[in-house]
């Protein structure tokens, strides 16, 4: 008989297509949220979608609030929650890519009331799950925070955000593969609780970009549609999970340790896309496994390598060789790697030359 409960909160409402931006204001209605709403969004996603949703709120009778905030930091997130009481706002919509959707959801945790998630680029599964990440310095955290009670995510804007944020999206995904991976090995020998469902619908996700990479091509709503629903599947994992694990293993944390060691160099997505194919190699089994990771990254114009991520070498070595030391999360770098065992990973995967 099992004594622990747990709540899954996950999106009531997720809205995918062509045109969709229209539906905001319906769904907010259909979530029967009522009041001031407060857009957090950022310079060009403002342009794009946070207006036009404030011209058909205005229109229905509302007039909402808005905040733009140029960089994800926790200065934004109390920028947001002053807002909140400034504006008297009853609840938040985040528009834009990964900084504006964080914000919204860490701040919704804060102030306990709700949010709907817009995206204008398919960066990463952030859109729609309950984890919130901020840079700080030279690290970065990732927290809890309030899943979005709606997800409303229009194929022809995400389609014509820039290719490299897209890519970036794809990447994040199919690192799932060796975040999961890492997550079982953590079961077996640390004793880490485990999803198998959470496991395997993150598995799933990684799958449909594999097996459709060859249909990822720039300003294709066909491949907004495909990265969407693969991201909304990765955000709805960690919410039943409660965790990041589905979707963060060693890859997440050699990603982690290039932002510190090169900050700015690479897409977040990219970096734990090249980190995967290493992960992967080091989890063993045949050698196409790692190398169906790398050809997908390289079919959808992903980096694959140390230079094509704007860093050299040797920074490739000492994040590997230093990342187990970021969190205490157990993968399969264990304590740490020697640094002629990473040598050899990065230069058997072709990662560095």
Request: overall charge negative.
């Amino acid at each position: 008989m099992f004594e622990k409960s747990s709540w899954i909160r996950l999106p009531r409402n997720v809205v995918v297509g062509h045109g969709v931006l229209d539906e905001v204001v319906p769904v907010v209605a259909d979530l029967h949220l009522d009041g001031t709403p407060l857009l957090i969004t950022s310079p060009t996603p403002r342009e794009v979608a946070a207006d036009p949703i404030v011209a058909d709120f205005r229109d229905s009778g509302v007039e909402p609030a808005m905040v733009t905030v140029d960089t994800a930091s926790f200065d934004a997130v109390e920028r947001v929650i002053d807002a909140v009481e400034a504006e008297e706002a009853d609840y938040l919509i985040g528009v834009g890519g990964g900084k504006a959707i964080d914000i919204a959801k860490m701040a919704s945790h804060h102030c306990q009331i709700g949010f709907v998630s817009v995206p204008t680029a398919a960066s990463h599964d952030g859109i729609v799950s309950n984890r919130g990440s901020v840079p700080d310095g030279d690290t970065r955290h990732s927290v809890a925070a309030e899943p979005p009670l709606a997800v409303v995510a229009d194929t022809a804007i995400l389609a014509e955000a820039p290719w490299r944020l897209t890519t970036a999206g794809c990447a994040d995904i199919i690192s799932n593969y060796t975040a999961v991976m890492d997550w079982r090995l953590a079961h077996r020998l640390k004793n880490v609780e485990y999803s198998g469902f959470a496991g395997a619908l993150s598995e799933m996700t990684a799958e449909i970009l594999v097996e459709n990479a060859d249909s990822v091509r720039p300003g294709l709503e066909e491949a907004s549609w495909i990265v969407t629903k693969a991201l909304v599947s990765s955000g709805v994992a960690m919410s039943i999970a409660d965790s990041s694990r589905p979707a963060s293993g060693a890859e997440h944390l050699f990603s982690h340790q290039l932002d510190r060691l090169a900050p700015g160099a690479a897409l977040h997505g990219h970096q734990v896309g090249v980190g995967s194919i290493m992960t992967a190699y080091l989890h063993g089994g045949e050698k196409g496994f790692w190398l169906d990771i790398r050809n997908a990254l390289e079919s959808i114009d992903a980096p694959t390598t140390a230079d094509e991520l704007g860093v050299d070498d040797e920074t490739v070595i000492e994040s590997l060789t230093t990342c187990h030391e970021i969190r205490d999360r157990y993968t399969i770098l264990g304590d740490g790697m020697d640094e002629g065992a990473a040598r050899e990973v990065a230069k058997e995967t072709g990662v560095i030359g």
